[in-house]
């Protein structure tokens, strides 16, 4: 769909309404192109803390990506709530562990948590503008950092919108390598946070063991990808390289003994009472809630959104593997553990698909030649959720503009959610069952 | 109780010995002398800021905790406030929103303390850069003892930065 818009006063009519999860992305147009949501009652930055001024826009062509940061601080408007005994716990943008950056205010009465507003856009570094001008070659590589976690899939959806926009297609040895990638960032990414949840309700067992697991895991990866978190595998026309043949054994052998160590692991978790104890019940998000929300990915299927595109738009060789999508409806954190669990099992059976059928021939197409102003969108179902890419090619095959779009930007806002009623101490452990991207939306 | 007791006798533990300090990573001449680092007695307190990091270096930092690379037994820990900490480990291109967050990461964290930039991003800005909303390299905010390249750097390298922080007269 296009939109034509005036010049002088660029402005569309509000979609918040209908859609509440389009509102921070609003607020983010508003920041970077000056378009404002007409009639929407929030009108207050979201990307923009203090780096820029008011009334510049820095994806707009006449904004010079050179310009320097302003050093200037910006105050936030938070929601105040008020009320006998209610106060107010700040919490970031440095949090207390190893993790991204954001900003989180609690009002609390007591240890029950009765709001939880976000703000967020710290570690926005402007991929968006970064990517004007590059070729497609550069853009890979870009894409594949604006979320680490996610590296395979948003290089895949990059080159997916880069070939479709070309009309031409990855030969089928790259399509199957690419999946055989991405199933190995999904399994990575489960395999760690569910040792981080197992530590936040108190079980360090289960943090000592997945991490031994996954760390195997990733020298795996080093081993056959030359890389332990696959980065700049996935490139515009294939795949960077081929596997070694003894490689295949490996991988196969491995599959195996993964299963077998998550499986215990799994009946551990499954059969632990204090465990259960802290997991069930606890930040829930019920069905109505997310699909009013339109909560997607790994959570929304928890709370009963039935959509993966490995099933309903099966990329090649998705449309040949049979996905299995897990579902849950409780939308709890015993969900979201319950379907990591059985999303490394599928992941694994896929795995084993995957290998004895790979095609022979070519890794690699020449990469795309893309007309001025051709446009390219590609989707790929990461391990959070769907990954998009939107792109628009400017002249000599260059990047004109491009939208990376990570799952969190519908999940962020179901979290406020999630917390409500909850005790300020189950925050850690609710916040790590989603485990959203904050470098992937603050772009 | 029991399954987990079988589960620890039956897993070996996989640790190794970790790398020599890598002191070709330094970037200032050491700022504090030798007694000074001696009475760390290698025993460490790392605070992590991510300054605008895509999350991939945050994943090796994490990685730095199992079984293989079992920081804590070498005498070093992760601690929730830079008021604990002896070592800053930053992640990103400093973006200009985490800029002020950074500053006063850094001026919370007491004397005598030391800086590791982690990445290619955190050494010279990557694939990110210097631009509008990016200070590009660690070095450009705050001081940079020793600083790690890679995309991201292995758990290794990253250990072998740390360790050259801290030896004396490297």
């Not at chain 1, 196969?252 to 551990?268: F, H």
């Not at chain 1, 490995?310 to 409780?330: E, F, H, I, N």
Request: net charge negative; proline share 8%; hydrophobic share 45%.
């Amino acid at each position: 769909m296009v939109l034509e818009l005036p010049e002088d006063q660029p402005s569309f009519p509000d979609l918040s309404r209908v859609f509440p999860g389009a509102l921070r992305q609003q607020r983010a147009m508003a920041d970077l192109l000056g378009i404002a949501a007409e009639g929407c009652v929030d009108q207050r930055p979201w990307l923009r803390h203090g780096a820029w001024a008011q009334g510049v826009h820095p994806l707009r062509r006449d904004f010079p990506a050179a310009t320097p940061p302003l050093e200037a601080a910006a105050d936030y408007r938070f929601v105040r709530v008020a009320g006998e005994g209610v106060h107010e716990i700040p919490v970031g943008p440095v949090h207390a562990g190893t993790i991204e950056p954001g900003h989180f205010r609690f009002s609390v009465v007591g240890e029950r948590v009765l709001r939880l507003e976000q703000h967020l856009g710290y570690t926005h570094k402007g991929i968006e503008k970064r990517f004007e001008g590059l070729d497609l070659t550069q853009g890979a590589r870009l894409a594949g950092r604006v979320s680490g976690d996610s590296t395979v899939a948003f290089a895949w959806a990059f080159c997916l919108a880069a070939e479709g926009a070309a009309a031409q297609a990855a030969p089928a040895r790259a399509a199957w390598l690419r999946a055989l990638a991405l199933e190995r960032e999904r399994v990575a990414n489960h395999l760690g946070d569910l040792g981080f949840l197992g530590n936040d309700a108190g079980l360090g067992v289960g943090l000592a063991h997945f991490s031994r697991i996954k760390e195997d895991w990733l020298r795996t990866n080093e081993q056959v990808f030359g890389h332990r978190y696959l980065m700049d595998f996935v490139v515009p026309g294939g795949v960077a390289r081929d596997l070694p043949q003894p490689a295949l054994a490996v991988l196969r052998a491995e599959l195996q003994t993964v299963e077998s160590q998550v499986g215990r692991l799994q009946a551990l978790y499954d059969e632990h009472p204090g465990l259960q104890d802290r997991l069930v019940g606890t930040g829930v998000v019920s069905p109505g809630l997310a699909r009013q929300l339109g909560l997607c990915g790994l959570a929304g299927r928890a709370s009963g959104q039935g959509f993966d595109l490995r099933v309903q738009a099966p990329a090649p060789p998705y449309d040949r593997l049979a996905v299995r999508m897990a579902t849950a409806t409780d939308g709890d954190v015993a969900a979201r553990v319950a379907l990591r669990f059985q999303e490394i099992q599928e992941s694994l059976r896929l795995l084993r698909d995957l290998l004895p059928s790979l095609p022979v021939g070519p890794l690699r197409e020449e990469a795309p030649r893309l007309g001025d102003g051709v446009l390219g969108l590609g989707q790929v179902e990461g391990w959070r959720g769907p990954v998009l890419m939107a792109l628009e090619a400017g002249p000599g095959g260059s990047l004109r503009r491009v939208h990376p779009q990570d799952p969190s930007w519908l999940n962020w806002p179901a979290l406020e959610h999630a917390i409500i009623g909850n005790i300020v101490p189950d925050f850690p452990l609710i916040n790590k069952s989603f485990n959203l991207s904050y470098s992937g939306v603050d772009l | 109780m029991y399954p987990i007791i079988r589960l620890i006798l039956d897993t070996p533990a996989p640790r190794e010995a970790p790398p020599e300090a890598d002191s070709s990573l330094r970037t200032l001449r050491q700022r504090l002398g030798a007694e000074v680092l001696g009475s760390f007695a290698g025993a460490l307190t790392i605070r992590h800021v991510d300054a605008g990091s895509c999350n991939g270096c945050e994943l090796e930092i994490h990685a730095l905790n199992n079984a293989y690379y079992n920081l804590e037994a070498l005498g070093m820990r992760f601690v929730a406030s830079p008021r604990h900490a002896d070592l800053l480990l930053v992640t990103g291109p400093v973006s200009a929103h985490m800029r002020t967050a950074l500053l006063r990461t850094f001026d919370a964290t007491p004397e005598p303390k030391l800086v590791v930039a982690l990445g290619d991003c955190g050494c010279t800005g990557g694939v990110f850069g210097n631009s509008y909303a990016s200070f590009g390299a660690v070095s450009n905010v705050i001081p940079v003892d020793v600083a790690v390249p890679g995309c991201p750097p292995s758990p290794r390298a990253l250990l072998a930065g740390i360790l050259a922080a801290i030896a004396p007269g490297s």
